[in-house]
């Protein structure tokens, strides 16, 4: 009948209880009391010759793969509370923003008083829209570390849009000034 073993010790092939469903070939072993054979190891073009104890490595465990570099720039986030402190303890400067890019996250400010450019990073923008070339800020300063010989804008506030241009909020939203 059917879903009865043969009588030769169950050496026939499997019946599932439910005849809609087909018996899978991890089932069968599962439902056998044979062992199941053992996981072949993939044949991989750089292990052929080597010993089963040593593979061949197929990825650096470097933790830089994929271009991901860590950022040595202080952000808002990373910045030690004592320079935090320092920084809005210090006095408040102006200056025009020579260029900023949002996709890279950062930019930079031409002082008013002359000097070097400012570097600008996109957590230390305070308000509502993205910088943009031509705009009047105050800022204040921050060392970069590890040699704190340059120095970094922090609480950045636009004080001026730049007058013709089209300014983006943080949200997307293009308004033009």
Known sequence: MAG???AGGGEGPRVSPHPSIPVSNTARSAMSSEPPPPPQPPKHQASVGLLDTQRARDRSPSPLRGNVV???????RTRTFSATVRASQGPVYKGVCKCFCR????GFITPADGGPDIFLHISDVEGEYVPVEGDEVTYKMCSIPPKNEKLQAVEVVITHLA??????TWSGHVVSS
């Open 4 to 6: 009865e073993r043969q």
């Open 163 to 168: 007058p013709g241009t089209k300014h983006e």
């Open 103 to 106: 996709s890279k996250g950062h």
């Open 70 to 76: 860590p950022s040595p720039l202080p952000t808002r």
